[in-house]
């Protein structure tokens, strides 16, 4: 670690590269669980060994678990071993330790928060640190009102006016299930927290590939004169999970993949995708433009639903060399369970770029791959010169945007195959971060974290975007929930999807991308 001085106006840039750290105590609420242990820790670690944190920093993890602050740095040790980007060295693994600390309390007791303000009163003047502090709630959404209640109550939260010392609080997702309870937990997080100190995250938005929609969009002349209707046929976008539930059954039975997928990461995903361009890079500004097109999303009504969306489960299959069982039959689930493992939506967009192009959006769980895409098409070529063939027309052009795995992009364009005959043949132009740059990606919670420090706000949710999106969402799940189905259609286990969101697709004749 090193020292890094704070640049005191965050707010007047969005790129975290501009900013710099501030001397702050990170408190992990659910310190001993399994995200802190897989994503925060690890991805401390990596920020701390590419000289990004600052020596005036801390981390204290804060849960019921009888821990002390050396098994906390075991555990730690364990997780950055297993999961950390990069290998641990005994070096920077001990300097990197002693910023570790653990306090043992329980969410719902004031004297809890008592001991952890204490704890962190005498912590902080040891490393420097003037008071400023992140909470990061890696809790169940259940415990959100409680955490927040009580870090106010407890005297934990800096007031929101003044420059130093700062508090900002991270929140995971779910934001609430559907629109009331989003609602709610706003007005929760409001009524202790300004605006400008919570941090919803969304790791999609940490990825590489997604913060390079931004610069491929405009920093490219090539591109933005063909973002809009005039020149794009559809957009597929796909988000597709190998594994089946596992063990996030009881998790699941309660979201489905509407409210898991499709109304944070995804609608978050096709915001960035499909908006204006912002006047400035400044957070509120590219925010101010993402919810500018979420609330152009056209609405589903509910006797459209069925027109525009499919819902599915899937089934018994044969997966990976060996037999897998249907959702209904893994452990935890409902054997008449009516969550839909699958989503496939039509979706259009009500402004003047994207009047009449359709947005095709899927996701599902135990497909054949892990695979995160969007496919943006652009129309075909007029039948003539070398497009004549209308039984055997040419492969239309596809900016495809690989988010994971091996994040990059690819241009598929007509080329002339060599010889004495004018033959076109799709090939395709591709860019991998890995081979490019010879260096793995940051991980999502490493770019995340270190813009939460530097207070850059311009990759999280906003509350009027969260409730946009859930309101776009709300007449889908009130017309499935009124519909009264026992059962929904099933696809295999490790195939793409039913046959029904092939039939939502073909009826526009277009047919989903074969990943």
Known sequence: MNDIQFDENPLTSGLADKLLPQACTMVIFGGAGDLSRRKLIPALYNLALDGLLPTQFAVVGFAVDALTDESFREFAREGIETFSRRSL????????????????????DAASYAALKARLEALEPQFGIPGSRVYYLAIPPSFI???????????????????????RLIVEKPIGRDLPSARAVNRSLKACF???????????LG????????????????FEPLWNSKYIDHVQITVAEAEGVGTRAGYYETAGALRDMVQNHILQLLSLIAMEPP?????DVIRDRRLDLLQCLRPIRSRDVDRHAVRAQYASGFYRGKNAPGYRREERVAADSTTETYVALRV??????????????RTGKAMPKRVSEVAVQFKAVPHMLFNTDTDHPLEPNVLALRIQPDEGMSLRIGSKLPGPKVRIYPVKMDFRYGSTFGDQSPEAYERLLLDVIVGDATLFMRDDAVEASWQWIQPILDAWEASGERWLPEY????WGPVEADRLIDADGHAWRQL
């Not at 060295?89 to 043992?104: I, K, M, T």
């Not at 006047?279 to 957070?283: P, V």
Request: net charge negative.
């Open 492 to 495: 295999p286990a490790g195939t």
């Open 348 to 361: 259009f967009i009500d402004n003047w770029r994207w009047a009449g192009v359709p947005i095709y959006i």
């Open 279 to 283: 006047w400035s890079m400044r957070a």
């Open 145 to 167: 009102d409680t955490c927040v209640f009580g870090l106010h109550d407890g005297g934990l939260v800096a007031p929101a006016d003044q420059p130093l010392p700062f508090t």
């Open 89 to 108: 060295s005994e070096e920077d693994w001990e300097d990197f330790a002693g910023h570790l600390f653990y306090q043992q309390g329980n969410f719902s």
């Open 194 to 204: 300004a605006e400008h100190q919570l941090y919803r995250i969304d790791h999609y």
């Open 207 to 222: 990825k590489e590939t997604v913060q390079n929609i931004l610069a491929m969009r405009f920093g490219n002349s090539i």
